[in-house]
């Protein structure tokens, strides 16, 4: 007898359902069910549109916390951070003059956490700048650029433009004394190409400098129309861009194999820790897809696939990595506060008038060449940055830190060259100035052309030509520079942080600046 | 299997058709979203400025007018005025003993606003200055060459 033509009361069964309803949203909302045997937890992982950028299972190499240090997915913690609390003052914040700063200072003062949000806001940004470089030179030093990761580093790229343009666009929102100048000088830069059309006299014709102020600013001064583009670009276009953009790094990872390892990984692996069964066999699979996806497959042919479920394993890593983000993130909003000067005034800049903090490498070098510093010599380093998968296409030391010939020696020798020439640079240019000193009526190409910001990319070319030929291999070349270019960039950014004060004079510490 | 070439079919027109369509609708909005950016009429604050100079401004001192980038000065030969925006990026120099100098990456400049030291390209450009009834009329968009002062006719 069949129980549908058993005799039961008339709202039994609409009873069952009901009770079964909770459990049963559940079961369809991960559609295969509870993630407890190896199957299902590969389908946890592919029936989910999010965690579908994963791949079900992950080497144990990747797992280990030197291989990565977590820095991608901090950054990506970081920036999570940013979009939970920026969407949160976007209900405070109202994008017009002088309007602005009264809405940020009622969001500091007035609103119930909001000063808290705002300093989140704030210190994730500059967490998440500081980890994506980081994340930058893990790749780099990790060799993980190599085929078939190329274009993945060149996404790379874009992310790091992003990041930089969405901490730049933020920096005007406020409308404060900071934000106006420093906005004032972007723009200015983006003009600067004018250095080099108007000393050959064909600005008239040819204005691309012009062109991109207008762009960016879309009128000749700094106000409303330029509040309301940075906005705009701040919480809409950049964020769009970079999920996007980041969409595709994720995905990528995942179709080129995961992240990158040496041949022997599996070798270098202490044996299986036992915590959970590992893939210890070639696995029983039929290779027909093999004919459909491109490149070298990791399973093929080989033996131990030393894989484990991404879930649990490294989604838990994540959401770990995710936490302790949160958590420097929060206890740095507990202890400082983001800053806000007094209301915008186009007739005083702040004295000194400095930029964010990543940005003070380059206003050292702007303060020679505005054309140099702040478009020439950035266009060559990410141009050289973007070429550097494509010129290197050695397979030594993938995976491995500082892998290549050379190694761990070479960076250290060139960590010496790199903070040596540049702090050699600056401290020559601080103490005898620099050709327009020396000679005043001498023409602005010299000075566009010959500055310490050349002499210096001059020094580290040179260096890393020489680690090629020394070597014979790109890779220790591009080692030697990138450790170089890293060197510069932080002797430059500390120097324009802690050491230029009022007319970006030099000063042992800020304790000495002339009170006006 | 045939040899002769088929006669295009009706779907592939159709498809070719509406991918030119997608790629000229995209190229003609890509054009006309590049003109939006620029506004034909772009605000910005008046430039032209009308100001009385204190009967005690001594000769070659600085007279700035509240809330503009520039400084006016009256010698002997007349008076005369000078922006004040740094050619290097933009920010506002102030007037000092030797001339200007620049708050943000140390430009320094003469009393002519010739470039002294730093990074500034360019001299400080001369505005040009027109006098009437005792006012001096500048206007900020328009510049003279360096030296050209403005005599009471
Ligand atoms: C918003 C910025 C970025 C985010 C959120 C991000 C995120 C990630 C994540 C989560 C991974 C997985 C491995 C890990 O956690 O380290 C990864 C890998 C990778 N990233 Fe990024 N990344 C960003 C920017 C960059 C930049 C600036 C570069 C270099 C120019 C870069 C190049 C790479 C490469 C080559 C890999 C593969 C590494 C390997 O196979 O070992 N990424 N990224
Ligand atoms: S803006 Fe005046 S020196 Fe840079």
């Known amino acids: ?516 | 299997m045939r040899l002769d070439p088929e006669p295009l079919p009706r779907r592939d027109w159709l498809g070719l058709a509406s991918l030119w369509s997608a790629a000229s609708a995209l190229a003609f909005g890509f054009i006309g979203a590049m003109r939006l950016p620029k506004a034909a009429v772009v605000a910005a604050p008046s430039k032209a400025l009308k100001l009385t100079l204190p009967e005690s401004l001594p000769a070659g001192e600085a007279f700035v007018p509240p809330g503009r980038a520039m400084a006016v000065f009256r010698d002997g030969e007349g008076v005369y005025a000078i922006s004040t925006i740094c050619t290097h990026l933009g920010c506002v120099v102030k007037p000092n003993a030797e001339g200007f100098e620049c708050p943000c990456h140390g430009s320094r400049f003469d009393h002519a606003g010739g470039v002294v030291k730093g990074p500034a390209p360019r001299a400080l450009p001369w505005l040009q200055v027109r006098l009437a009834n005792g006012e001096v009329h500048i206007d900020e968009g328009k510049t003279v060459p360096s030296g050209t002062k403005a005599k009471q006719a």
């Not at chain 1, 993945?152 to 930089?164: E, F, Q, R, S």
């Not at chain 1, 506060?337 to 990543?358: M, T």
């Open chain 1, 1 to 516: 007898m069949s129980p549908s033509t058993e005799q039961r009361p008339p709202l039994a069964e609409f009873w069952d359902n009901l009770r079964a309803a909770p459990r049963r949203i559940l079961d369809t909302a991960f559609r295969g069910g509870s993630p407890s045997t190896d199957r299902t937890r590969s389908t946890f992982v592919f029936g989910n549109v999010f965690l579908h950028l994963h791949s079900a299972r992950v080497h144990r190499w990747t797992l280990r916390w030197t291989a990565t240090a977590g820095l991608g997915i901090a950054t990506t913690a970081a920036f999570l951070i940013t979009l939970v609390t920026g969407v949160l003052l976007m209900f405070y914040y109202k994008p017009y003059p002088d309007v602005a700063y009264q809405s940020i200072k009622d969001i500091h003062f007035v609103v119930p956490t909001g000063r808290f949000m705002r300093n989140i806001h704030r210190w994730a940004a500059n967490v998440m700048v500081v980890t994506v470089i980081l994340h930058m030179a893990r790749a780099f030093y990790t060799a993980a650029y190599r085929k078939p990761r190329e274009f993945n580093w060149v996404i790379g790229m874009g992310l790091l433009a992003v990041t930089l343009g969405l901490s730049f666009t933020g920096y005007l929102l406020p409308w404060d004394q900071l934000a106006y100048w420093a906005i004032t000088i972007g723009a200015n830069i983006a003009q600067s190409p004018r250095e080099v059309t108007d000393a050959l006299e064909i600005t008239e014709w040819f204005d691309p400098g012009g062109f991109q102020r207008a762009l960016l600013l879309g009128s000749e001064v700094v106000g409303e129309e330029a509040l309301i583009r940075f906005y705009l670009l701040h919480v809409m276009i950049l964020p769009l861009v970079l999920v996007g953009l980041m969409s595709i790094h994720f995905w990528r990872i995942r179709k080129d194999g995961g992240l990158a390892r040496p041949v022997d990984a599996d070798q270098r692996l202490e044996p299986e820790p036992g915590v959970y069964p590992v893939f210890t066999q070639a696995p029983e699979k039929t290779y027909q897809l093999a004919a459909v996806v491109e490149g070298r497959t990791p399973a093929v042919g080989r033996g131990p696939e030393n894989t484990v479920p991404s879930m649990p394993h490294l989604f838990y890593a994540e959401l770990g990595v995710l936490m302790l983000t949160t958590l420097i993130c929060v206890a740095l909003s507990i202890v400082s506060d983001a800053p806000l000067k007094e209301l915008a005034n186009p007739s005083v800049p702040e004295n000194p008038a400095k930029a964010p903090w990543y940005f003070l490498g380059l206003q050292e070098l702007v303060a020679f060449s505005a054309f140099m510093g702040g478009i020439g010599i950035p266009t060559i380093v990410l141009a050289g940055l973007g070429l550097i998968p494509y010129l290197d296409r050695e397979s030594e030391g993938t995976g491995l830190w500082f892998g290549g010939p050379g190694g761990w020696p070479l960076v250290k020798r060139a960590l010496v060259v790199g903070f040596g020439a540049s702090i050699l640079v600056e401290a020559f240019v601080i103490r005898y100035g620099w050709i327009r000193e020396w000679f005043p009526s001498v023409g602005q190409l010299v000075v566009t052309v010959l500055n310490p910001g050349t002499l210096l990319t001059l020094i580290y070319g040179a260096y890393s030509v020489w680690l090629v030929k020394r070597y014979r291999s790109t890779r220790a070349g591009a080692l030697g520079l990138f450790t170089c270019f890293l060197c510069g960039f932080l002797v430059l950014t500390v120097v324009g942080t802690y050491f230029r004060g009022p007319n970006w004079d030099f000063y042992w510490s800020p304790s000495q600046w002339p009170r006006h």
